[in-house]
């Protein structure tokens, strides 16, 4: 089954422990991203990867790291949590990069607490 | 951010009732995006409207593009149940920049 997997679902941590949320896609897509969901503001993106060794910025990028050393994963580090960072985190996957064109498959979320 | 403008943010009917929820900005788009997102899981696309004007039909949902790509609508007839959801349009700027609206969130009650 085509799909988007994120781990954990569900994450209370404090502030300063450093912690990491998995992404992974079996649709060999090239293009990855990262988003924040926050009550009346809609999905910001985080960051975003167009292909292996290949991520830049999104919207809201401060505060988090990501990488792309496979085709498949797109993991989303916080170095040192902070209460801001409190939110439900989605992974998504397209074909390509084209916005508003492609579809994007979104995992089913994290929704992680910092206190 | 900008944001696309989303209307009703809240909308609660009775089944079998039909509805419109819409999604504006003062902004030219592309293309716009319709997703709905189901509580505990991740938005999953409905319709993609590219030409203004565009209409689109999936089954009882029906999505139109404004004639200037800077609105678009989402009308349900004869509402169930299944509709429940938060309902995400998201618009083309560029080739990469995609804006979402905060969405509409609909409750149909049987």
């Known amino acids: 089954e085509a799909q988007v997997t994120q781990n954990p679902r569900y994450l209370i941590t404090v502030t300063g422990k450093k912690l990491t949320v998995t992404c992974s896609q079996n649709m060999n897509h090239e293009y990855m991203s990262w988003y924040r969901q926050d009550p009346g503001l809609g999905l910001r993106q985080i960051y975003y990867?167009?292909?292996?060794?290949?991520?830049d910025k999104g919207d809201v990028p401060e505060g988090y790291k990501v990488s792309r050393k496979e085709k498949r994963n797109f993991p989303l580090i916080l170095e040192s949590p902070s209460p801001n960072q409190t939110s439900l985190y989605f992974c998504?996957?397209?074909?390509?990069?084209?916005?508003?064109?492609?579809?994007?498959?979104f995992g089913p979320g994290t929704r992680l607490l910092v206190l | 951010t900008q944001l696309l403008e989303q209307s009703p943010q809240f909308l609660s009917i009775q089944e079998g009732e039909n509805l419109t929820v819409y999604c504006n900005s003062s902004?030219?788009?592309?293309?716009l995006q319709w997703y709905r997102q189901e509580p505990g899981e991740g938005p999953v696309l409905l319709v993609t409207v590219v030409t203004g004007g565009e209409v689109k039909k999936l089954k009882r949902l029906t999505f139109q593009f404004g004639d200037a790509r800077k609105d678009s609508s989402l009308h349900i007839t004869a509402a169930q149940p299944g509709d429940t959801g938060l309902y995400l349009c998201?618009?083309?700027?560029?080739?990469?920049?995609?804006?979402w609206g905060a969405g509409t969130k609909l409750i149909i009650k049987p």
């Open positions: 902004s030219v788009f592309s293309s």
């Open positions: 990867s167009m292909n292996v060794e290949a991520t």
């Open positions: 998201a618009g083309a700027k560029s080739n990469y920049q995609l804006i």
């Open positions: 998504a996957s397209s074909l390509s990069r084209a916005a508003g064109k492609e579809t994007q498959y």
